[in-house]
């Protein structure tokens, strides 16, 4: 069955970076399109980037363009998250979630992972 | 971006009852609608995308509706698993957005 396992979450100051992964099973990882989405505490759902299955295509949202970075390594069946210069607002569950076909333009996401929780504060 | 606007926010409604989530597009996103229920402590899941179309596994007595800007999720009779936070979620274009969620609660 699917599995998306998220991990790398911690908490961290204002300013700083950290790196979150996310590790694929029980599908093939490199014929699907990827995505983050994260969640704050007592909030809805907030899309974060996409990257297509090759890794060559990349979307991100206006809060985070910029300062994240999305990237795959299919040899590893495993999708990552780079933050840079961190902010208070980006504390969040950050989720990974598989697209339901191979492109960027591919945007329904059938399955979700538990997600990684990223607090940042001083 | 484009902007979702879901009502109500709270729902309260007994077993049995038939109870219905709106959902509003900022502008017009075909049907490329999707409804996530996300139950506490865990993700959100995928429950009708397409506007319409059913997920594998899901119960009947949820369906969707809607093109455009208007849509709706109706479940037909309430059950006590459908305890949840349901969200809309539009991926006609990026940045895909979701709507502010509707918790259901059980009277």
């Known amino acids: 069955q699917v599995q998306l396992v998220e991990w790398g979450g911690d908490v961290v100051q204002p300013g700083k970076s950290l790196r979150l992964s996310c590790t694929a099973s029980?599908?093939?990882?490199?014929?699907?399109?990827m995505h983050w989405v994260r969640q704050a505490p007592g909030k809805g759902p907030e899309w974060v980037a996409a990257i297509s299955d090759d890794g060559n295509d990349k979307y991100y949202a206006d809060s985070v363009k910029g300062r994240f970075t999305i990237s795959r390594d299919n040899s590893k069946n495993t999708l990552n998250l780079q933050m840079n210069s961190l902010r208070t607002e980006d504390t969040s569950l950050y989720y990974c979630?598989?697209?339901?076909?191979?492109?960027?333009?591919?945007?329904?996401?059938?399955?979700w992972g538990l997600g990684t929780l990223v607090t940042v504060s001083s | 971006d484009i902007q979702m606007t879901q009502s109500p926010s709270t729902l309260s409604a007994s077993i049995g009852d038939r109870v219905t989530i709106t959902c509003r597009a900022s502008q017009n996103i075909n049907r490329w609608l999707a409804w996530y229920q996300q139950k506490p402590g865990t993700a959100p899941k995928l429950v009708i995308s397409?506007?319409?179309s059913l997920e594998n596994g899901v119960p009947s007595r949820f369906s969707g509706s809607g093109s455009g800007t208007e849509f709706t999720l109706t479940i037909s009779s309430l059950q006590p698993d459908d305890l949840a936070t349901y969200y809309c979620q539009q991926y006609q274009s990026y940045s895909l957005t979701f709507g502010q969620g509707t918790r259901l609660e059980i009277k």
């Open positions: 979630a598989r697209a339901d076909c191979n492109t960027i333009e591919c945007k329904r996401t059938d399955y």
């Open positions: 029980g599908f093939t990882f490199s014929g699907h399109a």
């Open positions: 397409v506007a319409s």
